[in-house]
């Protein structure tokens, strides 16, 4: 009897492994590419390798991206064999403007079905709601696990950074549409909110019962920073404007602020720098430090209860 049971106790928890969720998920807000920056050394040329490596590095299975224009997420489409994206311009609901996009690993998942509405009274077509100076856009997918079956719905979007009432009716309105929403499935929402952790419209989502900020319970934190850095890399701050929300069905192993950096030839480098303290072998340049966008991205690793 004793064999029986431990046979079967060994069989029911194969099952449950074979059967638990577990992913990568992630928010970027990708900096839109414009002439400034690469006057000042960050343009998108010279940056969207180096966030490609990133994402594939650290291994995300979906991510929502905010501020991503058509030939941007083109880029890093070409750039990430493997990835696909969802998501339209909030200028024309096509190909203009910023994107809020979606990217996932076609491989692990399948899209059921997507769309997109504005942050607005008027959700079905580009304009501007209340108080905000930009049309801002919500992108959403319905995704399978290929291999589980696990079905999900995935919101990513990028609220206004001018508009305090734009900020909080955008709040409501997700909330709205994830109630309203005919299926009840287990929902992740990323974006860019504008606002940190001690704002109004932050407290709506992590306060409506609906969703829960990944950072305030995950299992493990690695956050030595904010997620805003203006392409600073000597500048710190506590303020998280880029959150991860999830509902009940999620549990967050672990929560990361990635500050990756890498290096871009400075003026007049050509000279090696050796030092005594130095092994031999090692010769230093100078070097400038940059950050890939002007937001760091949030990493998250999760599981389904």
């Not at 929560?255 to 990756?260: A, H, R, S, V």
Request: glycine content about 8%; hydrophobic content about 35%.
């Amino acid at each position: 009897m004793k064999k029986f049971f431990y046979s079967f106790l060994f069989i029911f928890c194969s099952l449950l492994a074979v059967q638990a969720e577990s992913m990568v998920v992630a928010t970027y807000n990708l900096r839109y590419a414009n002439k400034e920056d690469s006057t000042a050394g960050n343009g998108w040329g010279q940056r969207y390798p180096y966030i490609a490596q990133l994402i594939q590095f650290h291994g995300f299975d979906i991510l929502g991206t905010q501020e991503g224009k058509f030939h941007q997420l083109q880029d890093l489409k070409k750039a990430m064999p493997g990835y696909d994206y969802i998501g339209v311009g909030r200028d024309d609901g096509k190909q203009g403007g910023e994107h809020s996009a979606i990217f996932y690993r076609t491989g692990k998942f399948e899209v059921l079905d997507h769309g997109d509405f504005w942050l607005s009274t008027i959700t079905d077509r580009p304009n501007k709601g209340w108080d905000a100076v930009l049309p801002r856009i919500c992108t959403w997918g319905k995704f399978r696990d290929r291999e589980t079956g696990f079905t999900f719905l995935f919101f990513n979007l990028h609220m206004d950074h001018i508009g305090v009432q734009a900020r909080t009716e955008s709040a409501k309105l997700i909330l709205k549409k994830i109630r309203e929403f005919p299926e009840r499935l287990p929902t992740i929402l990323t974006g860019d909110f504008n606002v940190d952790q001690n704002n109004e419209s932050y407290l709506l989502l992590d306060n409506s019962g609906i969703m829960r900020d990944s950072y305030q319970i995950a299992d493990f934190r690695y956050a030595t920073n904010g997620t805003f850095n203006g392409f600073h890399v000597d500048r710190k701050t506590d303020s998280r404007i880029d959150h991860l929300f999830l509902t009940k069905e999620f549990e967050v192993e672990k929560y990361g602020i990635l500050t990756d950096t890498y290096r871009s030839e400075a003026d007049g480098n050509s000279q090696r720098e050796q030092n005594a303290n130095f092994p031999k072998e090692v010769s230093m340049q100078k070097y400038v430090a940059r950050t890939p966008s002007d937001h760091f991205p949030i990493m998250i690793v999760v599981s389904v209860k």
